[in-house]
């Protein structure tokens, strides 16, 4: 009995979330760097820590990742809704989104996945081993979705979104951004952020 215990622990740790919402993202994993195999992005590795304002010269942004299995046609039935997601905050500098595509040429590519939707969004990451997948998976399965705000922390999760539901959770989170700092100018437009009606 005590061996099925230690072995159903075992399981559940392999398979848990180690993010779960509420929780921050660790400084170590802030720091892990990815590359990108597609889509602008001004280095060729991301970082969550460059959507960390405190440690990235002042410049907040929220952070929607998206987990895939080049595999799923759940995933490919979804790009479509992420790919409007990132068109309707292309002119907004505080939202971040990132793809990371497991199994690459399982059959698709990188840039055979990225063409699948409008050619040249969003950003998709070449890893290996499922890193994001193993930190921000939400129940153990693709498609995995994870916002995170400007202060590391894991807001929401889920296996799918609607441009509604998202476009809601992302407007609180930006509005959070400029609550959080009324005297400042998260924007550089020259008005507090607790008068900018503009941002």
Request: contains cysteine.
């Amino acid at each position: 009995m005590l061996n099925y215990l230690l072995l159903l622990f075992g399981f559940n740790l392999l398979f848990s979330d180690y993010y779960n919402v509420g929780d921050t993202v660790s400084l170590y994993d802030q720091n892990l760097q990815f590359p990108i195999c597609y889509g602008e992005y001004p280095n060729n590795v991301f970082k969550l820590v460059d959507n960390n304002a405190e440690l990235n010269g002042g410049n907040p942004k929220i952070t929607v990742l998206r987990i895939n299995a080049s595999w799923w046609e759940f995933c490919i039935q979804s790009i479509e809704v992420f790919d409007e997601l990132v068109l309707n905050y292309s002119n907004n500098s505080y939202v971040s989104f990132i793809n990371e595509l497991d199994d690459q040429g399982q059959p698709y590519s990188c840039n055979q996945w990225g063409d699948l939707g409008v050619p040249g969004i969003p950003i998709i990451l070449n890893t290996n081993g499922c890193p994001i997948f193993d930190m921000f998976n939400h129940e153990n399965s693709y498609t995995s979705y994870a916002f995170i705000d400007h202060t590391m922390t894991v807001r929401y999760k889920s296996n799918d979104i609607s441009i509604y539901s998202a476009t809601q959770k992302i407007n609180q989170y930006i509005d959070e951004l400029y609550a959080s700092d009324p005297e400042g100018d998260v924007d550089g437009d020259g008005i507090n952020n607790n008068i900018d009606n503009c941002i």
